[in-house]
Structure formats: structure tokens, C-alpha cells
């Protein structure tokens, strides 16, 4: 059965939440590459991504807790520990005895995770403008953006607020951001597409329980990874240094760094054909080994 480019909405009922996810390819494929947006963006954030793995493997999107369709957390608990719980479940609810998993931002942290404790079950890994480290920089742009309305009028006008954020990107990837960010309303309008407490600066997530805290560390994490793992920087991130880089290198053995040239923090936004070409050689490189 030839893999299918065209995506598919479903949705999975695990930990307590509805989870929402776009899925391309073989669904008989017990093996699936699975792709974690990062803070505050949904699963369409990887459409050109996934169309493009979607011709040699099985790819399945999720909304992580409280972005897109999935439910929104009413205890508002958007812990690293309690998205890799949701992990754990989505995965075993779908049936999947192995996974490849990609990561952005904040999924690249749950990925780490994920892998740590699951390494009978994660083949392989790729993180993408992910450390246990980030710059102040990096944060503030994500909250300016956040910071630049609650609704936009049209499609045109969220686009033009988004451009300043995106230089690396043309208008139709900038467009496919706001469509990974933004809904429409029942006026017409375009909101943000995540639960409200995450445009809140003063929130904090709840502190975890005495059980969860094995995962607090994320360099704890990346110690214990034991898949071949591809560590990916955008060449103009204002979120990550170099030396954050080379350290997770050096902590997640036999892993590899990949530049992603004219690319900042949002990788798959603003350079999603360089970023497939390396993942799709990553994960064809170590199927030879």
C-alpha cells in the first residue's frame, strides 16, 4: 500500500484528555514517526514536514494538551511529566510498538523524555532547537508574539503581525504558522488556538509531584537517551547558543548536530524542505547501520 501524502484528522482518548492528531500514511504500520509541535503552536506546524516523510513512513501530529483540538487542561497541569504521561498513552492507545520521534521547542523536551524512559520503544530521535538551556532572547520573542493581539481581523492582518517574527520565512510558510497558531471564531475573526493561560506571563505550572520530578532535569533526561539521536539548530536561533548545543552533544552519546542555515527558532516554519532533506538522511543513514 503506497504511503498517502494527504493528511487524516483523528482524535484518541489517553490520560484523561481527548487528544487531537493529523496522521499520513499506512495506518497498518505499527511503527510511526511521531512529530511534537513546540509552546504555543498546533500539529499544523508540521504540514510540510510531514507531507514530505509521509512518502516513506507513517507520521502522526498530535496537539499536545491544551493547543489546537485537544482539550485543554482544566487543572491547567502542563508539566513536562504530565505531557510525557500523555505521550505514554497516545502511544500505547494507538497501538505502536515503535516509534521515531521529532520534536520541536517544547515537544523536543517531552521527545527527550520520552526516549529516556522508553528506550525499548524509541528507535530513533531528532530534537530541534531544544536544550536544557535557552536564552532570555529566545523567550521574549515568543512573548512579544503572543503579546501582539488577542484577535486579528483577518487573515491578511495576522500574517503582517506574524511577518517581523519569521524573516527567514516566506509569506506562505508565515501563513502556515498562523494557521499552526490561530483559529476562526464564530464572528470571523482569528484567536489564538491554545489554551489562554499560556498568553498569561505571570502563570506558572504547578509544581510536580514528588514521583515526577525524575523528569525536571531534562540534562538527567538526555543522559539516559540511548537512540540514535540527530540534535538540529537553526544558523540564526536567538533562543539556543552553540555552547548549549555542544554540551547536549557531548550528554547524549553517539548523537550528531545538524545546521539548518537561514533559519531561527522555528525551524519547520521557516526551513521545512532543508529540515526534512536532514531528518530523511538521519533516519536513512542509521537503517544501513
Given at each position: 500500500?503506497?504511503?498517502?501524502?494527504?493528511?487524516?484528522d483523528?482524535?484518541v482518548?489517553?490520560?484523561?484528555?481527548?487528544?487531537h492528531?493529523?496522521?499520513?500514511?499506512?495506518?497498518?504500520?505499527?511503527?510511526?514517526?511521531?512529530?511534537?509541535?513546540?509552546?504555543?503552536?498546533?500539529?499544523?506546524?508540521?504540514?510540510d514536514?510531514?507531507?514530505?516523510?509521509?512518502?516513506?513512513?507513517?507520521?502522526?501530529?498530535?496537539?499536545?494538551?491544551?493547543?489546537?483540538?485537544?482539550d485543554?487542561?482544566?487543572?491547567?497541569?502542563y508539566?513536562?511529566?504530565?505531557?510525557?504521561?500523555?505521550?505514554?498513552a497516545?502511544?500505547?492507545?494507538?497501538?505502536?510498538?515503535?516509534?521515531t520521534?521529532?520534536?520541536?521547542?517544547?515537544?523536543?523536551?517531552?521527545?527527550i523524555?520520552?526516549?529516556?524512559?522508553?528506550?525499548?520503544?524509541?528507535?530513533?530521535?531528532?530534537?530541534?532547537?531544544?536544550?536544557?538551556?535557552?536564552?532570555r532572547s529566545?523567550?521574549?520573542?515568543?512573548?512579544?508574539l503572543?503579546?501582539?493581539?488577542?484577535?486579528?481581523?483577518?487573515?491578511?492582518?495576522?500574517?503582517?503581525?506574524?511577518?517581523?517574527f519569521?524573516?527567514?520565512?516566506?509569506?506562505?510558510?508565515?501563513?502556515?504558522?498562523?494557521?499552526?497558531?490561530?483559529?476562526?471564531?464564530?464572528?470571523g475573526a482569528?484567536?489564538?488556538?491554545?489554551?489562554?493561560?499560556?498568553?498569561?506571563?505571570?502563570?506558572?505550572?504547578?509544581?510536580?509531584?514528588p514521583?515526577?520530578?525524575?523528569?525536571?532535569?531534562?540534562?538527567?533526561?538526555?543522559?539516559?537517551?540511548?537512540?540514535?539521536?540527530?540534535?538540529?539548530?537553526?544558523?540564526?536561533?536567538?533562543?539556543?547558543?552553540?555552547?548549549?548545543?555542544?554540551r547536549?552533544h557531548?550528554?547524549?552519546s553517539?548523537?550528531?548536530?545538524s545546521?539548518?542555515?537561514d533559519?531561527?527558532?522555528?525551524?519547520?516554519?521557516d526551513?521545512?524542505?532543508?529540515?526534512?532533506?536532514?531528518?530523511?538522511?538521519?533516519?536513512?543513514?542509521?537503517?544501513?547501520?
Amino acid at each position: 500500500m503506497s504511503n498517502s501524502t494527504r493528511p487524516r484528522d483523528e482524535f484518541v482518548e489517553a490520560n484523561g484528555l481527548r487528544f487531537h492528531y493529523r496522521e499520513w500514511g499506512d495506518t497498518r504500520t505499527r511503527h510511526a514517526v511521531i512529530l511534537l509541535h513546540g509552546y504555543a503552536e498546533t500539529s499544523e506546524a508540521w504540514s510540510d514536514t510531514a507531507q514530505d516523510l509521509a512518502r516513506e513512513f507513517r507520521v502522526i501530529a498530535i496537539d499536545q494538551r491544551g493547543h489546537g483540538q485537544s482539550d485543554r487542561a482544566t487543572d491547567r497541569d502542563y508539566t513536562r511529566a504530565t505531557q510525557m504521561e500523555d505521550l505514554e498513552a497516545i502511544i500505547e492507545s494507538l497501538g505502536l510498538r515503535s516509534v521515531t520521534l521529532i520534536g520541536h521547542s517544547m515537544g523536543g523536551a517531552n521527545a527527550i523524555c520520552y526516549a529516556a524512559e522508553h528506550p525499548e520503544i524509541t528507535t530513533a530521535l531528532v530534537v530541534i532547537e531544544t536544550a536544557p538551556e535557552v536564552l532570555r532572547s529566545g523567550i521574549e520573542t515568543i512573548r512579544r508574539l503572543l503579546a501582539t493581539g488577542a484577535t486579528f481581523a483577518s487573515l491578511e492582518d495576522a500574517i503582517e503581525s506574524f511577518r517581523e517574527f519569521f524573516p527567514y520565512a516566506t509569506t506562505e510558510q508565515i501563513e502556515r504558522r498562523v494557521r499552526a497558531s490561530l483559529t476562526v471564531n464564530d464572528d470571523g475573526a482569528y484567536v489564538w488556538d491554545f489554551d489562554p493561560i499560556f498568553r498569561d506571563p505571570t502563570s506558572r505550572p504547578p509544581d510536580p509531584d514528588p514521583g515526577q520530578r525524575r523528569l525536571s532535569d531534562l540534562w538527567d533526561c538526555a543522559d539516559r537517551v540511548q537512540c540514535p539521536t540527530m540534535i538540529v539548530r537553526g544558523s540564526e536561533t536567538d533562543m539556543l547558543t552553540p555552547e548549549a548545543i555542544q554540551r547536549l552533544h557531548r550528554r547524549v552519546s553517539g548523537s550528531r548536530v545538524s545546521l539548518i542555515e537561514d533559519a531561527g527558532h522555528s525551524v519547520p516554519t521557516d526551513q521545512p524542505a532543508a529540515l526534512s532533506l536532514n531528518i530523511r538522511e538521519f533516519l536513512q543513514s542509521i537503517a544501513s547501520l
